[in-house]
């Protein structure tokens, strides 16, 4: 399997340099040149099998030779094994007809810990093999930061990186960040928003001589690593409730269009996927792109809902890429017009994006009284994430069951949840001593060459003892 550039002009990869990589060199994301198909019989086959299994049938057509068949198997093992539910994505039941997948049992109760689990062990898996050593540099509303250093926290050959937006992640996103002790740990509350975070670690990306010198490797959500981990829960939820045999519905609450992408993979592979819904909080830039066809970003608000707080959606990149026939050229024009404010789909990809997505937005009393409501009616707590996607699907019932995607664990966003419900949710045993431990982080302006100098001058430290 190869993968080539939504813009269309960077080296097309085999699956492990793409994920090493990251971002593309001519500024885009890697996408599989094919999807692979699964026959209805090879989706019927998953029914009851345990998640590694399904795990390893659909992920496998997109390695290419990168891993024999028994090395990958043990790091699907390796990389669900800390999880605190046998099912590692339990389905619960809050309606008649509508399911929420529970996908906040893993190690920092996101998730982000399917892809970041795995792609921890295939990154370490493939630097002992070649011996080399990588700096990681990711850009993190919450829980992309927390998840990552969970997944590479002591390793040797990895330094890790983590820009977060500073005051404007919870307490404990900031304590999983900050108060691990490992030495290849590094925390750094930057002054902006997640938007500017995430620009810093592109032009990181976009100066080869940094990027080439320190050996940059990223594990932000444009990796297509994480989208490929994704795609597996779709087919587990699915599966359960009667795919192949019947249609299934999902609503995923979503700021960077990754985990909604993969639900797209998911519908492109063959699994029956009736209609996927795109749910925002008051950052509702996808819901009027989808709807207006006009993409402008116009300042990020922000809500109880901070891994959502996001304009400018990067994995959205890759559905324009299949909305314009995979026109590269096309693409690449797009996102220099977002430079400069924003731009217009065409009619066409207009369409084609809106027989796929539906969508809607949560406000901010939208999202407290579902937390609430939902509490009362099923004894479910929501995490106000998961809060959005209920609200948006619950004008959405009807033909299909529903499955809303629940990203993260209430206790993430005790203050939140206390507010709506009154009552406040506790952290699982196994971290109840977060708020006991020291933290540690540099706080750094919103500029490019002292965050790289920072960067330079940690892995220098680091790699001379
Ligand atoms: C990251 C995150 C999201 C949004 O994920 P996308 O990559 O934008 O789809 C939603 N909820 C939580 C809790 C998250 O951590």
Redesign the pocket.
């Known amino acids: 399997m190869k993968y080539i550039s939504t813009r269309g002009s960077a080296p097309v990869l085999p699956f492990g340099e793409a994920m090493m990589t990251g971002l593309a060199r001519d500024g885009g994301l890697y996408v599989p040149e094919t999807i692979p198909q699964m026959t209805h019989d090879e989706i019927a086959a998953l029914a009851g099998l345990p998640y590694g299994d399904v795990a390893f049938r659909v992920m496998w057509p997109y390695l290419g030779d990168t891993f024999t068949e028994t090395e990958f198997r043990g790091l699907i093992a390796k990389a669900y094994e800390g999880f605190g539910h046998a099912a590692r994505a339990p389905l619960v039941q809050i309606g008649a007809d509508h399911f929420l997948l529970e996908l906040f049992h893993g190690p920092t109760l ?3 810990d399917f892809a970041m689990q795995l792609i921890g062990q295939m990154m370490q898996a493939t630097l002992a093999k070649s011996g080399q050593r990588i700096t990681i540099v990711g850009a993190t ?4 930061g927390s998840a990552a250093i969970e997944a590479f926290r002591g390793l040797a050959n990895v330094d890790v990186f983590i820009l977060f937006p500073h005051g404007r992640v919870s307490e404990v996103q900031r304590r999983q960040m900050t108060t691990p002790t490992e030495s290849n740990v590094h925390a750094i509350a930057m002054d902006g928003d997640f938007d500017d975070c995430q620009a810093r670690v592109k032009d990181m990306f976009n100066d080869f001589d940094f990027r080439d010198g320190v050996r940059l490797a990223g594990v932000n ?1 444009i990796n297509w690593a994480r989208v490929l981990a994704q795609v597996v829960y779709y087919f587990t939820a699915a599966v359960s409730l009667g795919a192949p045999h019947r249609k299934v519905d999902f609503t ?9 992408f993969a639900g797209y993979i998911a519908r492109r592979m063959g699994l029956p996927i009736g209609r996927l819904i795109v749910a925002t909080n008051q950052n509702d830039i996808l819901d009027r792109a989808l709807k207006t066809g006009e993409y402008r970003p116009d300042g990020v608000r922000p809500s109880i ?1 901070p ?2 707080d ?1 304009q400018v959606s990067s ?1 959205f990149e890759r559905a324009l890429f299949d909305a314009y026939g995979r026109d590269g050229a096309a693409v690449a024009q797009l996102m220099a017009e977002l430079k400069t404010g924003g731009f217009s789909i065409s009619q066409g990809a207009a369409e084609m994006l809106r027989e796929t997505f539906a969508s809607g937005s949560c406000s901010e009393e939208e999202t407290s009284a579902t937390i609430k409501l939902t509490h009362e009616a099923t004894g479910e707590v929501l ?1 106000p ?1 998961s809060a959005v996607g209920v609200h948006v699907a619950e004008s959405h019932l009807g033909g299909a069951p529903m499955v809303t995607l629940a ?2 664990h209430p206790a993430k966003f005790p203050d939140a949840v206390e507010a709506a419900m009154g009552v406040r949710p506790a952290l699982p045993p196994r971290m109840a001593d977060m708020f006991d431990r020291a933290e540690r982080m540099t706080r750094l302006p919103n500029d490019l060459a002292k965050l790289q100098a920072h960067i330079r001058a940690n892995i220098a430290e680091r790699t001379a003892n």
């Open positions: 996101a998730f982000k509303s919450g829980d992309t959500s995923v609450p979503t700021g960077n269009f990754g985990d909604i809902s891994s959502m996001i994995n995490c994430h990203t993260a």
